[in-house]
DNA sequence: TGTCGATATATCTGCATCCGATATATCTAT
DNA sequence: ATAGATATATCGGATGCAGATATATCGACA
């Protein structure tokens, strides 16, 4: 195992995660993760939905298009476009953000060791 | 900016902290990586090798080769090749590890969030 | 003496990912 | 009518990862 453990696909494990928090479309989910992380994260369209895809072939994620009621729209959702494609975890999907939110944990954990070291001021001379 | 807070060079911030605690030279960098991750790290020497070298024309770390003692070789080291190219952080160097481990630390922040709302089982159906 | 494995540095290259740019289309608000 | 937000999707340049390859020295063992 190289060292990408810290990174193989950290975008993965933020969809995954949001994902697990209930069923959403590609547009909601990159609003989601700004929102989450105050903005200081955001996902292009170019990022996600080729992860989506990728995600859906794995049987991570199943997909399914809404019903749009063209006309109507009673309900009081000021909500924006159609065409909307809704993805939900699969118990496969569950199953890999475990795995990942665990990798991702032992691999912080082994990096508080390097970083741990290098926090003291452990060195001689600064050229 | 993008979520590539995440990875964006895991390898640098773990090389750059092996020279926090002092000069070492390439091969000894990726045999310390080995060691303190027990195993569960490696950085290739085609990974190592180019990012040493842009390190260095980046002027986080300086460089020097070590005089070889061709014959005599009396103290104990029982060490091996010669040819040895020692690395040193710089203060520029010392700077972007300061930098880089603030943002390690605040992106594993931002990480908990989406990680701890997935850790609950709060998710409806899973098909 | 001869060969093997470890030490040591370095480049090349195939593959995947990142992410900005582009395309298309709908809906809301002014 | 026009602009901006919503919504999905693909393309392509730039970058990074990691295995393969090349070269050379040193110690150990038969």
Known sequence: MAMSDLQTDGTELV?????AQGPQYGYAISKRVAALSDGAWSIGAGQLYPLLSKLEKAKLVSASWDEVKAEGRDEGDAGGGRRR???RLTAKGRQRLDQRIEAH????????RFIGGADVDAHGGVA
């Open 85 to 87: 494609k809704w993805y």
């Open 15 to 19: 969809v995954l995660s949001v994902l």
């Open 105 to 112: 944990r032992r691999a912080t954990a082994v990096l508080e």
